[in-house]
């Protein structure tokens, strides 16, 4: 048994070796469209920037959830209910994960479509957490753990749940809500036409949401 733990546990890092190279791409990619030497200040092109901060703020949460997630699954706690095909789901979410954050590193630029593709993002987000919880480990989500969670969605003032039952159920609640807004707010930017103060209302809401993310699934981000 420790032997097949200590392979799933290598496997497990060889996929968030793949994430994490992706994810270091992306990341550059962001920032080397932010940079514009030419700029007569500082070297940073002010109409991307707002982007790029809502960009390093997505990706942050999301690259310390895939650490966490794997973390609990495969290399600290190795769970004996996990499915042996969960890794091969797994390593194929990070990787469209990885894919969705290097398209939307690339939008920093094009205000129209980065709203929408966040949204994406999130929606797959959640497809993953769904699949993850109903299938992986065979503990899906009921209607009593919605009701009971819905709360902390708009409970700032609220730490997050220290359930780790339900802290999947949070967590989806959470990304609804903002995809709800996302969309909004891109509907809004498409008939306005998307622009630069658009922009920075995006970033209020990138960093809004990372925000609720921590303080929702604060005990998954940081366990004790």
Known sequence: MARVRSSRAESARHSLFLYSVICALSLE?????????????????????????AYIATITPFYHGAL??????????????????????????????????????????????????????LAFGIVWALVTNSY????????????????????????????????????????????????AASWIGWLTGAGQSWSWFVMAIALARTISDYRVSWAFYFPE
Do not use: K
């Open 136 to 183: 992986c480990v065979g503990a899906p989500l009921r209607i009593g753990d919605l009701r009971r969670q819905f709360v902390q969605v708009f409970g700032f003032w609220v730490r997050g749940s220290e359930n780790p039952d339900m802290l999947h159920t949070a967590w989806i609640l959470n990304n609804a809500v903002w995809i709800l807004v996302l969309l």
């Open 29 to 53: 990619t962001a920032i080397t469209r932010m940079i514009d030497p030419e700029a007569a200040v500082a070297p940073i092109d002010r109409h991307v920037l707002p982007l790029t901060i």
């Open 68 to 121: 966490r997630h794997l973390d609990d699954y495969y290399v600290v706690t190795s769970r004996p209910e996990v499915r042996r095909s969960a890794l091969l789901i797994d390593f194929l979410a990070l990787f469209m994960q990885a894919v969705l954050l290097f398209t939307l590193a690339t939008l920093t630029a094009h205000r129209a479509y980065f709203g929408a593709t966040l949204a994406v993002l």
